[in-house]
């Protein structure tokens, strides 16, 4: 029996091991190319597709066709997940076809006297002004540009600038600065041509595998064709002048190379974009000194906090029974009267009074559980790898999944906590769990992106989409919270360990930093400090629109932030006992709360300074 159990165990482990070799993530296998017409098991033509542009210096990104490029007479829009709606990309084929060498691909011409000429060619200089940015993709890796920044440092960026400025004191803007013929004041200079470079894997015949793409650079340049029907891709610069004072020619034209190289493997094809990123080297090092500072931190308050209850229970088991003889008789106090003179001990029967708007408390509280879960498991998936850069999308995806099927634990919470404040309104609190939070996120997000969409923004959510999300929210998440709240009152309430009072303490006056607002404010400092050096990198990604890739290091940081947030929570909490103040409910949710008011600020700031708003 043994011995044929040991067999099955084999067996099947032979078998896992053997379909983890052909497992791939959606979206993630490798793709083979070939010369073959008719090959089934790779793919001839080389699609480079085209996604939206964006810039840092504006917050509004466009959709390829709203700018005047040359455009794929076959367009085909590739099928896009939830998440990459949600983030705005608007990935479409191209006229770029990797196969040549300078090819032209279109000429577009700007008539003075026709007005929706102007609009376009208008809309064009205020792209190249704000330093838009293309975002291609081949193979499903972006096409990056390389260049050289100080000490000798490769940079290569997931995007390059459709043009640049030199204004009018003649001093070049941006991409201006790479070449000295940039230097026409009042000008604008048009990348209209690219020289693409494709590195791939020759693979292995023997094998039967055939090439993969391992890299794509290219390099934008600005060229004033001679010859528009057949051009050399070599000349001076194609520059427009500010003032569209005469008839214009823009010819856009392309040259692809293919290079062999067999050291890069498909599977760490990614490695020369995120390894080249600036300030990577600086980002790691603030990591982890930042992981070291909040480990001394919270080691320091747990051991505060570990000495201070010791010293104070210490302090009131010091009443020996020969102090307790020197008290009269007449005095008719007892001996546990007499332990309980100052401190937390004289609230014990008032800690556990319901707090006022009860309710609103444990709607927050549910709904926090469900967004705290929902983050857990994002971030551990994102660790494991599921939802890595490579996956467009993935992780909103996850996220908003999640969030709908985390119901029930948001309505379990909300109602178990409520029937322990002793209220009666179920129905109420459970349509609040289930509309409150989320209801203020959508009419917010409806509401930017009601913007988005009458400024033409690729950002702005189709309406099929927002119908799809208003039926996860009414068909999943709130049927969802309804059964979780049902579990919930069926529960009995948190019994507390000491009886409450019947008439509430009198709080005595109290100092400065144990006032509410003081303390609730000091007490979000130290575990903002936790996240600050991620979270800025995190904002900078996300506005500086490049690939955030660090989640090992991010979901470490969550956790640590977890722990500083309960030990700076238990200490404050523990500081207003010892002051009388019995109100501590609000005070333990919103002490950790601050947290977000520091992070909108951070993200506020972000966007001023890059703005430059006055």
Same mark, same amino acid.
């Given at each position: 029996?043994?011995? +044929? ?55 509004? @990104? ?32 191209? @006229? ?7 090819? =032209?691909?279109?000429? =577009? ?7 929706? !000429? =102007?609009?376009?060619? !208008? ?10 940015? %293309? ?49 026409? =004041? ?22 039967? #595998? ?14 004033? %064709? ?18 569209f004072s005469s008839n214009l020619k823009i010819t ?35 990591? #982890? ?10 080691? #320091?308050?747990? #051991? ?43 609230? %014990? ?67 178990r906590l409520y029937k322990t404040f002793g209220g ?6 459970? +349509? +609040? ?63 507390? @360990? ?24 000091m007490g979000g400092i130290l575990p903002f400090g ?52 019995? %109100? ?31």
């Open positions: 029996m043994k011995s +044929l159990n040991s067999r099955f165990i084999f067996c099947l482990s032979l078998t896992l091991v053997s379909s983890s070799f052909g497992f791939y993530l959606p979206g993630l296998a490798p793709v083979s190319f070939c010369e073959k017409e008719d090959a089934k098991e790779c793919q001839k033509e080389i699609q480079l597709f085209v996604n939206r542009l964006d810039s840092v210096e504006s917050v509004l @990104p466009y959709e390829y066709d709203a700018f005047d490029f040359c455009k794929d007479l076959d367009e085909r829009r590739p099928s896009e997940n939830l998440g990459q709606v949600l983030f705005g990309e608007r990935i479409e084929t191209s @006229p770029y076809k990797a196969d040549k060498a300078c090819v =032209k691909v279109c000429t =577009k011409t700007y008539d003075t006297g026709s007005k929706e !000429d =102007k609009l376009k060619l !208008d809309f064009l200089k205020k792209g190249m002004e704000l330093n838009y940015q %293309h975002h291609w993709i081949v193979d499903n890796m972006p096409v990056t540009w390389c260049y050289i920044i100080e000490d000798n440092q490769k940079v290569c960026n997931p995007g390059f600038p459709v043009g640049c400025l030199v204004n009018q004191e003649g001093k070049p803007k941006d991409a201006c600065v790479i070449n000295a013929e940039f230097n026409r =004041k009042n000008t604008f200079y048009i990348f209209n041509h690219v020289d693409i470079t494709i590195v791939y894997h020759s693979g292995d015949e023997t094998n039967g #595998m055939n090439a993969r793409l391992v890299a794509a650079t290219l390099e934008p340049r600005s060229i004033k %064709h001679s010859d528009d029907v057949n051009p050399t891709c070599d000349g001076t610069p194609m520059d427009i002048p500010a003032e856009y034209s392309y040259s692809v190379t293919f290079k062999q190289n067999d050291d890069i493997r498909w599977a760490s094809r990614w490695d020369y974009i995120l390894v080249s990123m600036p300030h990577t080297n600086i980002q790691w090092f603030s990591i #982890m000194n930042s992981l070291v500072i909040v480990l001394f931190l919270s080691g #320091m308050v747990a #051991m505060i906090m570990l000495r201070t209850l010791h010293k104070d229970i210490a302090r009131y088991n010091q009443l020996d029974q020969a102090d307790w003889v020197k008290i009269p008789p007449a005095a008719n106090v007892t001996y546990e009267e007499a332990q309980e003179e100052s401190g937390w001990k004289q609230v %014990h029967g008032d800690v556990f009074r319901p707090p006022r708007m009860g309710m609103l408390l444990s709607v927050f509280l549910g709904q926090g559980t469900q967004v705290f879960i929902m983050t857990f498991i994002t971030l551990f998936l994102a660790c494991l790898g599921f939802l890595s850069p490579a996956n467009r999308g993935a992780l909103m995806t996850c996220a908003v999944v999640l969030w709908v099927l985390l119901g029930t634990p948001a309505g379990y919470v909300s109602s009666e309104n179920w129905k109420t609190n459970v +349509l +609040l769990t289930a509309f409150l939070c989320p209801g203020i996120v959508f009419v917010d997000f409806f509401f930017m992106n009601l913007i988005l969409w009458v400024e033409g923004s690729s950002a702005a959510v189709p309406f099929g989409t927002l119908v799809a999300i208003l039926a996860l929210w009414f068909g999943i998440s709130v049927p969802l919270t309804f059964v979780g709240a049902y579990f919930g009152f069926k529960k009995p309430g948190i019994e507390p @360990p000491v009886r409450t009072n019947q008439i509430p303490r009198q709080i005595p006056q109290q100092s400065f930093f144990t006032k509410p607002l003081p303390g609730i404010i936790c996240i600050f050096i991620q979270l800025f990198f995190i904002l900078n990604s996300i506005w500086s629109h490049q690939m955030y890739y660090m989640f090992g290091f991010l979901f470490l940081v969550f956790i640590i932030l977890v722990i500083t947030c309960s030990e700076a929570t238990v200490l404050l909490c523990y500081f207003h006992l010892c002051a009388e103040d019995y %109100h501590w409910w609000w005070r333990s949710f919103l002490t950790s709360g601050t947290i977000g008011f520091f992070a909108c600020f951070l993200f506020v700031n972000k966007i001023y300074s890059v703005l430059k708003v006055d």
